[in-house]
């Protein structure tokens, strides 16, 4: 009896994000991913249980030291947008720029869109615009997405040791 092969999360990861790549993110599905690394759509689905499941394992394979400097951040008392900031801020450029990349294209699917919108949600919770305090965290917030952005998507042509000044103000 033949043994039945193992599936490789990396490799369906690494199948994910090609496809989000090569057709944009409204080609991926579970039985995308499947054809792509050579396995039955069933072990893709087993693998990830949903399409969250998939976003979220793909967001962690871009970029595997986030939730560690997130949360590392939080225990050491910052907001969440603090340890946004300085997670995001202290990660490589080309890991910002994969999820940079990804994060766009995945907004153009509304099912990924909304899965997106709750993330920020959970984690950014406390936020409120009835402060001027917490105004002022939800601008930070934006400015960094924007900087992100117009960074890692080469909108904006700024000098590296310049964009590096932006996102250290950023973090103060």
Do not use: H
Not at 36 to 44: D, F, W
């Amino acid at each position: 009896m033949a043994r039945k092969p193992s599936i490789d999360k990396a490799r369906l990861l690494e199948a994910a994000e090609q496809i989000i790549v090569a057709r944009g993110a409204a080609a991926l599905s579970f039985d995308a991913i499947a054809k792509a690394a050579g396995v039955s759509k069933g072990g893709v689905q087993n693998t990830f249980g949903t399409k969250e499941g998939l976003l979220a394992a793909l967001y962690e394979y871009l970029d595997s030291g986030y939730q560690a400097r997130f949360d590392s951040a939080r225990a050491e008392g910052a907001s969440s947008v603090d340890a946004y900031v300085d997670a995001v801020t202290t990660a490589a450029s080309a890991v910002n720029q994969r999820i940079a990349a990804f994060s766009l294209a995945i907004t153009q699917e509304p099912e990924s869109r909304a899965c997106l919108r709750a993330w920020y949600a959970e984690v950014f919770n406390q936020l409120s615009a009835a402060t001027p305090e917490g105004r002022q965290e939800i601008l930070r917030l934006c400015a960094l997405e924007g900087a992100l952005m117009l960074r890692f998507m080469d909108l904006l042509p700024l000098q590296d040791s310049d964009w590096a000044q932006v996102f250290a103000d950023l973090r103060q």
